[in-house]
């Protein structure tokens, strides 16, 4: 792993669809788009924001997620995640997260991510690592 200066920050925009409502997690009629789905847009952001400081062979997964759901946006909104490095401890990363929608802040909070080498973590579990 190359060295992540703190303050990085990786962000990107994503149209939600039916499948990041709550709704379709089986909260019938509730067609905001849901906690679970924010989670992973900002889990995504901090991994985007790990890969240029990747050797070969590395990825990331998550260890953290801490985050206060604070707004609703509805099906078809454009959803902007961001992440940034307020802390690095050898291969475990630390962000500051937020979702946002417009002007309304959906969700911000911590996220850790571990930057792992892929075919020993795969390994560990007994798998061969996916193409």
Known sequence: MKPIPLGHRYGYAIETRHEHTAAALGNEGVTVVSTPSLIAFLEMAAHRALEPFFDAGEG????????????????????????????????????????????????????????????????????????
């Not at 490095?85 to 946002?100: C, G, P, S, T």
Request: no cysteine; hydrophobic share 45%.
């Open 60 to 131: 990331s997964v998550g260890t953290l997620v801490s985050v206060r759901h604070l707004g609703a946006a509805p099906e078809g909104a454009v959803v902007e995640a961001e992440a940034e490095v307020v802390k690095v401890e050898r291969k475990q990363i630390e962000f500051a997260v937020r979702a946002r929608w417009r002007d309304t802040l959906l969700m911000e909070g911590t996220h850790g991510r571990a930057v792992v080498d892929l075919a020993r973590f795969f390994e560990r579990l007994g798998l061969k690592r996916p193409a």
